[in-house]
């Protein structure tokens, strides 16, 4: 094991603690004008009752906070209550499985036919969603979990009255029309995505239901004004393997990459008549955004040649060694639904992933992608990116800060200033965990001079194991 390795490993394990907002040791000056909370979200036990979880989508969920205020920090973290953990803790054993991990003990076909009418352990561990004021905890493999916004505390399950389980990590806002949309992927009978709006006035829909012809992952997807796009890549699950106790999901999976990849184009003014297409087979975890441009749909992913390499580098990051070496890149694909064609052009020449752009550049037109990238090829073979970077799509520009080798950043969220001008007028902020003091916290940076490096950190006093998406909600006015 590398040095480099054994610096985010030592994160893999359980929070020691959990507890409300508590204030924060700051090094540098937190900006006034920086007010709000930032929440994040990722796994908080990395074993549950002496059962290890072997991927880390598997973690029983934790969100954590930082709320900022008049120069102050103050974080907050709190294992989000599922019913499948405190089911597992009544029983006083492990008794689910997830996504890289098997369910302990030998074939339960009661188990079995309970995953059948209600699905599996929704562990909550992957992404957060701020609407309304509200806040919820989300894992595609079940509804989302709300999160008093204060204490952190779970308040559970909730479906907005519209939503069938399960309910994707990945939402995308149309800034022009305030509306969020999402989607689940139904495994079974049917095999469907059913596509959701959550309106501006508080209410959920369901807007369509797009059948699939087989058992499948779709991880995000990617939202305009006009239309969603999805990208079914050539994988295969065999559900019964699954079902039967034979094999974790990931391990049921099959790439197929003579197959290709298929487009799915949802016009929201008809969206029971998608246009489906095919290409040459790639897969992709996260979308940054998308827009329309004359006559085109434009669309920023993280491009990566093959799910099994992607799926055995993300295992990596909880196993005892590395399993895999990053292939992601930054690409832009420009869909031309009459035509049922798609052009490919790499964006950069780095590996890297979470692409994020600004608030207010949701399904427009963006000048920027904020992104965490592999500063070399021996850290895209040892794990997480080390290198929070701003890239300028139309000068290929590229503004960024690497962390210390002893430090391991997240997912990096632009925050606007109050009153700011473009989305460079603001701050980065990303949880960074630390090893060699043992211990997490946030780091912000001058989203305009990225290379200068951190100018405010707000230290908890112990450690949070890496996670995975966050969302900003900015203090009331």
Request: neutral net charge; contains cysteine.
């Amino acid at each position: 094991m590398t040095a480099m390795a054994a610096t985010y490993l030592r994160a893999m394990t359980d929070v020691p603690r959990e507890h409300g907002f508590e204030p924060l040791r700051v090094e540098g000056r937190v900006p006034a004008e920086l007010a709000g909370t930032l929440y994040r979200n990722g796994p908080g036990l990395l074993a549950v009752l002496g059962h290890r979880y072997r991927h880390w989508f598997d973690g029983d969920g934790l969100v954590s906070a930082v709320r900022f205020a008049g120069g102050r920090a103050h974080g907050a973290a709190r294992l989000v209550q599922s019913r499948g953990l405190a089911e597992e803790r009544a029983r006083g054993r492990a008794y689910f499985g997830a996504f890289g991990t098997k369910a302990p003990g030998p074939w339960n076909p009661w188990r079995t036919l309970r995953f059948l009418r209600e699905g599996g352990k929704n562990p909550a561990n992957t992404a957060i969603l701020e609407w309304q004021r509200r806040v919820f905890a989300l894992c595609e493999v079940g509804l989302p979990t709300e999160i008093e916004p204060d204490t952190l505390e779970t308040l559970g399950e909730v479906d907005l009255g519209a939503i069938v389980r399960p309910f994707s990590a990945h939402p995308h806002r149309v800034d022009e029309t305030g509306y969020v949309y999402n989607f689940g992927i139904r495994l079974g009978r049917p095999n469907a995505i059913d596509l959701y709006a959550l309106r501006p006035n508080g209410t959920a829909g369901k807007v369509a239901q797009i059948p699939l012809p087989g058992p499948t992952m779709i991880h995000d997807f990617a939202v305009t004004p006009r239309h969603a796009v999805f990208f079914r890549g050539p994988l295969e699950i065999d559900l019964l393997r699954v079902l039967l106790g034979r094999s974790t999901y990931v391990d049921s999976m099959t790439w197929r990459p003579e197959l290709g990849t298929e487009v799915i184009v949802v016009p929201f003014d008809a969206p029971a008549s998608p246009i489906r297409f095919t290409v040459d087979a790639f897969w992709t975890w996260h979308t940054a955004n998308a827009f329309e441009q004359d006559g085109e749909i434009v669309v920023d992913v993280v491009h990566h040649r093959d799910f099994r390499r992607s799926a055995a580098w993300l295992a990596g990051v909880i196993e005892a060694a590395p399993v895999g070496e990053a292939d992601g890149v930054l690409h832009r694909l420009r869909i031309d639904p009459a035509r049922r064609t798609m052009r490919v052009e790499p964006l950069r020449d780095r590996t890297g992933e979470f692409p994020r752009v600004a608030p207010q550049e949701d399904s427009r037109d963006h000048e920027v992608v904020y992104q965490g990238e592999h500063s070399s090829r021996e850290v895209a073979r040892t794990g997480p990116p080390d290198t929070l970077v701003r890239i300028e799509l139309k000068t290929g520009a590229v503004d960024g800060h690497t962390f210390e080798s002893h430090e391991t950043p997240s997912e990096g969220v632009f925050v606007p200033r109050p009153g700011g001008q473009g989305p460079r007028d603001g701050w980065v902020v990303a949880q960074v965990y630390d090893a060699r003091a043992h211990a997490s916290g946030w780091a912000v940076l001058d989203a305009a001079h990225m290379n200068d490096g951190p100018i405010a950190r707000a230290w908890l006093d112990h450690h949070v194991p890496l996670g995975f998406h966050g969302a900003w909600s900015p203090a009331a006015r």
